[in-house]
């Protein structure tokens, strides 16, 4: 109870997305092409205008939704109060009744049939079927969304706090040659079984060094936490980090200037999210 009753008292991860009138837009796509497209619930035996019909579904999804995230936040953006959880659950719980009410009504005119619990069972069931995808999807792109805009706020923080810091990564190898490079300028280090490769910008321009050398090793020698392993086979420096995607079975990494992809595996997630708290 005291888990559940943090979360519903917490700040929502939705709250970013609260009152975007584009999600109602392509709400009401959505509806309109999966009814037009599929044409289910007979649809396919009326004998009106089908285009007009299901165009008419599209618009009243875009216009429940407007007016039920006007009543809800309208105020509390005004006001600039916390959205929590809990009150967009509300809003989502809310939101989906009146969409499965409105489709009821819309449906019976349309089809001249009388109003009845059924007709309204059946819209409640594929308007929640709805709902929860919508819902999954906006509170994973939420959760991108915020983690990429404090990777954003702590990087500038961190690559200010650090320019003309100068790193140097050891070659073991008797004949090698260490590398000195300025920390700002390293990408990513990479683990190939006794070697490791580093890649780096040098003069504007991403070049890679193999090292002879292991991967903990180098770790050992950057005492820097923006220097974070993602992987049992990478360091990343999240100083060039340029986006973030995944969700808590992994990310995936990509850099300033660099088109390879860096993973990060499940285990190494809530180290990633530990520099964005």
Request: aromatic share 12%; charged share 15%.
């Amino acid at each position: 109870m005291n888990r559940l009753s943090s979360f519903l008292h917490s700040k929502s991860i939705l709250q970013a997305n609260a009152n975007h009138w584009r999600t109602d837009v392509v709400s009401g796509i959505g509806i309109f092409l999966f009814l037009y497209l599929l044409q289910p619930f007979g649809i396919s035996q009326y004998q009106g205008d089908t285009l007009l019909m299901c165009l008419g579904f599209g618009a009243m999804t875009v216009c429940v939704q407007w007016l039920c995230t006007a009543l809800f936040f309208g105020r509390t953006s005004k006001r600039k109060r916390q959205i929590t959880n809990g009150y967009s659950l509300l809003h989502s719980i809310v939101t989906e009744l009146a969409m499965a009410v409105s489709m009821t009504i819309y449906a019976a005119f349309f089809f001249g049939e009388p109003l009845s619990w059924a007709l309204f069972g059946l819209f409640f069931y594929w308007t929640f079927l709805i709902w929860l995808l919508v819902m999954g999807l906006s509170v994973l792109l939420s959760k991108n969304r915020i983690l990429n805009n404090r990777l954003e706020e702590m990087i500038k923080k961190t690559t200010d706090e650090q320019a003309g810091v100068m790193i140097t990564l050891h070659d073991q190898n008797l004949r090698g040659v260490d590398l000195t490079l300025p920390i700002n300028d390293l990408l990513y280090i990479e683990s190939r079984k006794n070697n490791v490769s580093v890649c780096y910008i040098k003069e504007g321009r991403v070049e890679k060094a193999e090292l002879r050398s292991t991967l903990s090793a180098l770790k050992s020698g950057l005492p820097y936490e923006n220097i974070f392993q993602c992987h049992r086979s990478f360091l990343v420096n999240i100083n060039n980090i340029i986006s973030a995607k995944g969700n808590s079975n992994g990310y995936q990494l990509r850099l300033s200037g660099c088109e390879d992809i860096i993973p990060v595996s499940r285990s190494f997630v809530p180290g990633l999210r530990s520099f964005v708290d």
